[in-house]
C-alpha cells in the first residue's frame, strides 16, 4: 500500500495540542451566587484551554454557556438556571460557576471537567 | 519482514489537527450609543479558509464581574466607560465572532436600557486567532 505523506502525523513546522497534565476533573460546591474555582498551570503564557460543567449534576456536562429563554415576569421574579464562565490568565485557569436562581437554584457539590493544552498557536 | 508503514506510530490515514496560523491584533469600540441593541463589527481577513478555529479575547473588566484585566476569555464581555453620569456603570459590551469563506467577523453587543445616548470613551480590546488546519 502506498504511504500518503500528507497524512504523516507529525509535521516538524507545526505545533500541537498536548495535554498539559493528566488532571482534568475539580469538585466544587455550589455557592448563594457565584463560586471561582481556580485551577493553577503555572505556564507563564496563555495556553489553549477548554472547560465543561456538570451544571445540574446529572452527569451531563455543559460546555460553553447554558442558554436559556427567558419568558418570566418580573413580578414572578426570576428562576434563571445555573451558567460559568471561564478567563485565563499566564497562570491560572479560572472558572465562575453561577448557581442560578429561583426554583432552578443548585446547590451540593458537582464537577468542574477542563483540559489544558501546550503549544498554543503558531 | 517488510515494515507496515501504516503502522507507523506518527501515521494515520485520517486527518488531524495541527496549529497552523495564528492571528493576534486589537480593535476599538467608539462613538456613541442609543437606546436598544448597538453593535460594532469588525471584519478580519484570513489567509485561507479555516477548518476549526479558537478565538480568545482581552478587554477590561468591571465589578462585578470577577475577571481581571489581563485575562483572556472565549465568551464574555467587555466594559466600555461613557459619560453616563446617572448610572456610573460603564457599558458592557459581549463579544461573539462568526466565519465566512476567509473573513471572520467580530460583533460587540451592548443593549442601553433605562438611559438616553451616550458618549463612549474609546476603548481596545485584543483577539488571538488560532487556525487548526486538517492535513
Known amino acids: ?122 | 519482514m517488510a515494515v507496515d508503514l501504516t503502522k507507523l506510530v506518527f501515521h494515520s490515514n485520517y486527518p488531524a489537527f495541527k496549529n497552523n496560523r495564528e492571528y493576534t491584533g486589537t480593535l476599538s469600540i467608539t462613538g456613541s450609543t442609543s437606546g436598544g441593541t448597538n453593535t460594532r463589527t469588525f471584519d478580519i481577513a484570513l489567509d485561507t479558509e479555516p477548518d476549526l478555529l479558537d478565538v480568545i479575547f482581552n478587554g477590561n473588566s468591571n465589578s462585578p464581574d470577577a475577571r481581571p484585566d489581563d485575562a483572556w476569555f472565549k465568551n464574555g464581555e467587555i466594559w466600555v466607560p461613557t459619560n453616563n453620569a446617572g448610572g456610573g456603570n460603564p457599558s458592557r459590551w459581549r463579544l461573539t465572532y462568526e466565519v465566512e469563506g476567509t473573513t471572520l467577523t467580530v460583533t460587540a453587543t451592548y443593549i442601553q436600557q433605562f438611559v438616553t445616548g451616550e458618549t463612549l470613551t474609546s476603548t481596545d480590546f485584543s483577539y488571538k486567532i488560532v487556525d487548526y488546519s486538517v492535513f
Open chain 1, 1 to 122: 500500500m502506498a504511504t500518503d505523506l500528507t497524512k504523516i502525523a507529525f509535521d516538524s513546522r507545526l505545533n500541537y495540542l498536548k495535554k498539559f497534565n493528566s488532571v482534568s476533573e475539580q469538585s466544587f460546591t455550589f455557592g448563594a451566587t457565584y463560586v471561582e474555582e481556580d485551577i493553577d498551570h503555572g505556564l507563564t503564557y496563555i495556553p489553549f484551554w477548554a472547560v465543561g460543567v456538570d451544571l445540574f449534576n446529572n452527569g451531563v456536562i455543559w460546555s460553553n454557556e447554558y442558554v436559556w429563554e427567558y419568558a418570566e415576569s418580573s413580578a414572578a421574579g426570576s428562576n434563571a438556571p445555573p451558567n460559568f464562565v471561564t478567563w485565563m490568565t499566564t497562570d491560572t485557569l479560572t472558572v465562575e460557576v453561577y448557581a442560578g436562581s429561583g426554583t432552578n437554584q443548585q446547590s451540593g457539590d458537582s464537577t468542574i471537567y477542563y483540559g489544558v493544552y501546550l503549544d498554543y498557536g503558531s
